[in-house]
């Protein structure tokens, strides 16, 4: 018996006598790597090194391992290393700098592919991965995830909406693709929709003016869609989702070459919703049905000295109605039974081309035709929109310069059934569509002063053919006083050429008469915006957060006046001046855990100081712009089951709403919450299979949002029963009807 305790007393001592230790020290061009971590790949030892860059595992089973170094702006570090018991084994690393787990590169800012951590310019990029937390069947939506950036709903009935970023209306945000602005005016809602994910590179988002490079309506943002070259694209994808509302949404995916020189990819989205709901009981649609599909097919061609060439095209074809349960197309555009019915047509084309020169001289172009047949009740709005572009711009460095020169041309035409084309002679009114051409010529100079410094100095000058010059310089400066700490100052100018019926889906509904007041002059704005961003590794590890501050004045500006008349909308330059400004950060957590965090906010006031009938300035808040906002995201990932949980949501404070004479509405919204949860579970082959919960809160607007929808037509507005003389108003919205849903999908990809 004894000899079996003596056994059993010995052997912890003989396992604890088979470990060892792993020691060294991490450095990078011969300063010490704090916090980064180290590890063994397959194992649960781990541990960050201390501010001296030194790191030490201790009781480790003997044997072979890989020891992995990992640490933000730097290349992972690899190294096997043989654990010998009763002695340390010793491994210093060197480990190479890099950008690729700080940012992306990015072309935005600059029109030239640089690192975002080298550009002047304050540039948030999100990957499609970002947005399958709370996958969508249209990047508009994705949005709701973004930091300063809202969908904003502008029709209760048919569900249209713009971007607002940073308080700032739709009109004020430019959507490119492939930084082409084709997306404008009438088609703006449609430059988010319809392209397949699998078509999707990045997404760019520059929180402020860039007109500079990109001409007017940049005024507010920039949101440009970088769509993959057909060769980083999957030779196969699929992703199908389904809801319990009863959406469909398919995207498929495929990549071929013709060719040794030529390769290409083609996308196909189809969304789909034919389920009328009415949870709110006021006898209207809570989500337009719709039924849409797009085509999407890149194509590029190799040539000498890796020149670039690529085409691209774009078809939507779109059918959407929102309104009265009992509505159906035989009912279009009658005074029976109320409905919004829009069909949309529109393609694109795109394409850029280097020249075959010495010198780095790019062209590039694009077309868009936009038609749309939409009737609003018994309104009809027939529109159609060309919009033609062509760039030339030269890259040359010179020195410690980093030129970029161009010239562009920009062409719109637009054409409707309304006096907005109408010749003003109204004796003898013939139609007179819109025509305007744009010339333009900009130059930007990128000066690297040295590793901390950098000046980027930019001008434009237009020639609006309806309004004369307009110029508008920027400047902006990178200080980076240390390592992974960078400030950015940007300052500027801009200008934005009102065209209401394109811009304000209001204007078109026939709920309300459209009032122009004087002939619109082009706004002018004059801006600046400081932003600080920081990468912090701890021992847990690593933080990244930035922060901006910004304020935009504006001279001219053109707001629609919902409050004067409750029957119209008028449209006048204000007399006096306007203001939006603000601040926001982000902040987001990766620990050595598979565990990620993000929390972002934004706060904004954006008010017009107007002259009342005293001649006095008085402060007016701007309508359906939030004080507060934020979003947040939480992700988890279960390495051996492979298995990812994904909580998003947002947070809106209240808004002021367009009222009418004694409203018994709300001034303002309530404060509201968009929550979702998703579970992702990956296998092998490259299958997965995802699901979960929409709008967990059930958050939906008032029931009350639309004001008389008993009678959209007005037969009753003096009956006994409405002693307020309402009318028909559906402009009362900041937010979807559509409540909680559940969703469930499946993903292929074979690359």
Known sequence: MKRYILIILFVPVIVFAQTGAVKGLIKSNGEPVPFANVGLVGTS??????????????????????????????????????????????????????????????????????????????????????????????????????????????????????IHINGMEGPYTMITIDGMPIVGGLSTVYGLNGIPNSMIGQMEVVKGPASTLFGSEAVGGLINVITKSPEETPKLSLDVFGTSWGEVNTDLGIMFKPSKKITSSLGVSYFNYSNPIDNNGDNFTD????????????????????????????????????????????????????GESIYTSRYEVIGKYQLPVKEKIMASFSYS??????????????????????????????????????????????????????????????????????????????????????????????????????????????????????????????????????EDHAATTGAREVIVVGNLSPETSYNANLNYQRFINTNFGFINFDASVFYTYFTNKISPDYETNPQQIIYENIDGYAVSQGGSFDLSVNFSIPLNIKVGATFIDVYEMNNDENGNLRKEKQLLTENVSGTYSVAYKFEKSKIKIDYSGNLYGPM??????????????????????????????????????????????????????????????????????????????????????????????LK
Not at 78 to 107: C, G
Not at 312 to 324: F, Q, S, V
Not at 704 to 723: C, G, H, Q
Request: hydrophobic share 35%.
């Open 369 to 502: 035709n936009h038609d749309q047949n939409s009737v609003y009740g018994n309104t009809p709005y027939i529109a159609n929109q060309k919009i033609a572009f062509s760039q030339l711009y030269w890259d040359k460095t010179v020195g410690l310069h980093d030129f970029l020169v161009g010239t562009a041309y920009r062409f719109n035409y637009y054409d409707d059934n309304t006096s907005a084309t109408q010749s003003v002679d109204n004796l003898n009114a013939t139609n007179q569509p819109d025509e305007a051409g744009l010339p333009g010529f900009f130059i930007q100079d990128a000066i690297s002063l040295n590793e901390k410094h950098k000046v980027l100095l930019g001008a434009r000058y237009d020639y609006d053919s309806r309004h004369g010059s307009i110029f508008t310089p920027r400047f902006n400066y990178k200080w980076s006083p240390v390592d992974n700490n960078t400030f950015r100052l940007s300052t500027g100018t801009g200008y934005r050429v009102v065209n209401l019926f394109t």
């Open 45 to 162: 030892f781990g541990v960050a090194t201390d501010v001296n860059g030194k790191y030490s595992l201790n009781e480790i089973p003997a044997g072979k391992y890989t020891l992995q170094v990992s640490s933000v702006g730097f290349k992972n570090y690899k190294e096997t290393v043989v654990v010998i018991a009763h002695k340390p084994s010793f491994v210093n690393a060197v480990m190479e700098k890099t950008s690729a787990q700080l940012d992306e590169f990015v072309v935005t800012g600059t029109l030239k592919e640089v690192s975002i951590m080298k550009s002047a310019v304050p540039i948030k990029v999100y990957k499609p991965a970002y947005f399958k937390k709370n996958p969508t069947p249209a990047l508009f939506e994705a949005l709701q995830i973004v930091n300063g950036v809202r969908p904003q709903i502008n029709c209760s009935v048919c569900n249209t909406g713009d």
């Open 656 to 749: 002021k709403l367009p009222l009418v004479e004694n409203d018994v509405r709300a001034e303002y919204s309530d404060w509201y919450s968009i929550q979702n949860i998703q579970v992702t579970k990956t296998f092998k082959k490259n299958w997965e299979i995802y699901g979960g919960v929409k709008n967990l809160l059930d958050f939906t607007p008032p029931s009350n949002s639309i004001l008389r929808a008993n009678d959209p037509f007005d037969k009753n507005v003096n009956s006994p029963e409405n002693p307020n003389g309402y009318t028909f108003d559906p402009t009362y919205v900041y937010a979807g009807f559509q409540g909680v849903r559940v969703f469930f999908g499946v993903r292929y990809t």
């Open 287 to 338: 989500v337009t049905l719709q039924d849409r599909i797009s085509v999407f097919n890149k194509w590029s061609f190799k040539r000498k000295g890796d020149r670039e060439f690529s085409m691209a095209l774009r078809y939507i074809y779109e059918d959407r109605w929102g309104g009265d349960m009992q509505w159906t197309p035989v009912f279009r555009g009658g005074d029976s039974i109320y």
